[in-house]
């Protein structure tokens, strides 16, 4: 899948943010990629993947924001977002999970807690505790 970004989107930055991404977290065997360009060239990011990548439709969707699925044997989808936009917070978040191992042990029990649930509750609850954390 690397080589496939490599060579559709050589001027983007990727990087893994899921929960595989950081040691201790309860994940369910997914792999999440975040894909960011600065917001000049998100058009053209989105032109490009979309011609070799459908859009998962189950997942927001907006200007600077848009959600991939990959074809492969794994579950493996992209985040695409402009650099240093509003939707810009994975990494910042996957550094406070990796600097506080507490922090960590609170996430996890968050997804513990709505495993098996309804997913837009999830997200919601995984949304408010995301904002949370990079607010400080």
């Known amino acids: 899948m690397l080589a496939l970004l490599a060579a559709t989107v050589p001027d983007a930055e990727v990087f893994e943010v899921g929960s595989t991404a950081v040691a201790g977290v309860i994940g369910k065997g997914d792999l999440d990629v975040l894909v960011r360009v600065p917001e000049p060239g998100f058009p053209h990011l989105l032109a490009r993947l979309d011609a070799v990548l459908p859009r998962n439709p189950a997942q927001y969707a907006s200007p600077i924001y848009q959600g991939y699925t990959v074809p492969s044997p ?17 990494l910042p978040f996957l550094d406070a999970l990796r600097a506080d191992p507490a922090l960590v042990d609170r996430y996890n029990a968050l997804k513990r807690r709505f495993d098996g649930g309804s997913m837009d509750a999830y997200r919601e609850a995984k949304r408010a505790f ?7």
């Not at 695409?80 to 810009?88: A, K």
Request: contains cysteine.
């Open 74 to 90: 794994l579950d493996v989808a992209l985040q695409c977002t402009v650099t240093g936009g509003p939707h810009d917070d994975f």
């Open 130 to 136: 995301v904002e949370a954390v990079l607010s400080g």
